[in-house]
């Protein structure tokens, strides 16, 4: 045990499916950690909505309360835990935590997305720390190690599934398991998907935490409206069925690419195709592959979500906190900000492409759809073109990389020819 000072006071903002595996955690192996800091990690006060709720863990009836000031204004609380989520009261909360000179752990990608950079110079004006692992992936190591291990890389992209939800959804869908409404009824029933799963299936928890991946990897100031998103609600079992014929996945892709000095930033499906590990990570898993001048590539896979992965990256943080409180010591890590990155629009973004056309089955058409997409100079790849009922036709065309802007004019004539029942489907190619 360590010289004069008492336990490092916690003060853990929710009970919920994360709060309750650290409350848990910090008490199962209190004496393992209290060993590794040289003192005590004590649970002080607990913070939810409703004390009388049962939990998956229970405190001492008396630590839990409804006032978040118990926590706030208590000097015995060194350390706010926060695991409620939402953006508000948690951005409140966080910023009179950090004011009043308490070291922060938080788990929360919606408020670190939206208010980090400013979190994040509060706590260094305070000479505090703001941890945030959790915040994305789960159990996953990608904050620290974009913080430290990775430093000395000039990183060129990240390309991440970072929504363990969707994913599950769309490893489903793969399978032949339905289509979106029937795979997401079955991820709700076994508890991977919220009641209200917008967030998830829009891809605004994943733009979330592109923001707080790309702020770290370019050292830019990256929000979440920055970036383009689109969910996965369109997909049909037909674009799953020519992907696998076609040697793809179809995956909810978060990518943010450094193209000179602008940054590509975007959520959406995507194919991948089947010979890279992204393709493989399946289920509710997550991944982030990080690409840099020095070493390459690295895949980060593990649980992105989940009650006690999660609580290992929490805890983990608040050990971090704990070592820094006891030795009175805080190193803030590179607050470097790169100057002139800015975020490149999507009409510039080149990818290549995935259309599922419908058209009639009749002569001319095809040659009509191939001039379209010629005269915006877009080159075809491959086609496929499978009868369908009643003298129509779908066309599956792959294209080579063409520019977001040139695709959008080409798609707006194919719409319009006359041949053309519409352009069914339209997503782009990781390449
Ligand atoms: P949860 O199960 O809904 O738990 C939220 C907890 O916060 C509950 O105990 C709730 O109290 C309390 N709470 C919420 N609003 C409150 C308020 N205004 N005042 C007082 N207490 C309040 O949520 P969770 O799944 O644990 O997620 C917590 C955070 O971790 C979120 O930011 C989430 O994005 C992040 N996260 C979660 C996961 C995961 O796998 N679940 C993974 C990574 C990150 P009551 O219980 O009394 O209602
Ligand atoms: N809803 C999120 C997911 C939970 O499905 O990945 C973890 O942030």
Redo the contacts with the bound molecule.
């Keep these: 045990m360590g010289g004069e000072r008492g336990a490092i006071g916690i003060g853990l ?7 309750s595996g650290v409350a848990r955690i910090l008490h199962e192996k209190a004496d393992v950690y209290a060993r590794q800091i040289g003192y005590p990690l004590t649970l002080r006060r607990v ?5 009388k ?1 049962q ?1 998956r863990f229970e405190v001492e009836a008396p630590l839990l309360t ?1 006032d ?1 000031a118990d926590l706030l204004a208590d000097p015995g609380v060194e350390m706010i835990i926060e ?4 953006e508000q ?2 951005y409140a909360y966080l910023r009179e935590a950090l004011s009043a000179g308490k070291f922060v752990v ?5 408020v670190m997305a939206k208010h980090g950079g400013e979190l994040l110079a509060l706590a260094r004006e305070h000479n505090v720390d703001l941890l945030y692992e ?2 994305v992936g ?1 159990g996953i190591p990608i904050i620290a190690p974009l913080k430290r291990d990775l430093l000395a890389n000039d990183i060129v992209a990240v390309t991440a599934i970072i929504n363990g939800t969707t994913n599950y959804i769309l490893t489903s869908m793969g399978k032949g398991g339905g289509g979106f409404a029937e795979a997401l009824a079955e991820a709700q029933r076994l508890g991977y998907a919220e009641s209200d799963p917008t967030d998830d299936v829009e891809g605004i928890d994943a733009a979330y935490k592109l923001a707080i991946l790309a702020t770290l990897a370019f050292h830019m100031d990256a929000h979440p409206e920055d970036v383009h998103r689109e969910g996965i609600t369109r997909l049909t079992g037909a674009d799953f069925a020519y992907a696998r014929d076609l040697g793809y996945a179809i995956k909810l892709l978060a990518v943010a690419r450094k193209d000179g000095d602008r940054v590509q930033l975007r959520v959406h499906p995507a194919l991948v195709s089947q010979e890279e590990l992204l393709a493989r990570v399946d289920g509710a898993l997550n991944a982030v592959q990080i690409e840099g001048d020095l070493m390459d590539r690295v895949l980060f896979q593990g649980p ?4 006690l ?2 609580t290992s990256a929490v805890v983990a943080d608040a050990l971090d906190a704990a070592v820094s409180i006891s030795n009175q010591v805080y190193w803030p890590h590179s607050s470097r900000r790169e100057a002139g990155l800015t975020v490149m629009p999507m009409d510039d973004v080149v990818t290549r492409y995935y259309l599922r056309i419908g058209a009639a089955d009749r002569p001319g058409v095809l040659a009509q759809i191939a001039r379209a997409l010629a005269d915006a100079e877009i080159s075809i790849a491959s086609v496929i073109q499978k009868e369908a009922a009643e003298g129509g036709a779908e066309v599956v065309i792959m294209t080579h990389g063409a520019r977001e802007a040139s695709m959008r004019g080409a798609l707006a004539a194919i719409a319009a020819l006359d041949g053309v029942g519409g352009v069914e489907q339209m997503l782009r190619v990781h390449a």
């Design positions: 903002m929710g009970l919920g499916v994360v709060g913070l939810v909505r409703d004390p709720k939990r409804t978040a695991v409620m989520g939402g009261p948690a938080t788990g929360n990608k919606e959790a915040s789960g992105g979500a989940g009650s992965p999660t």
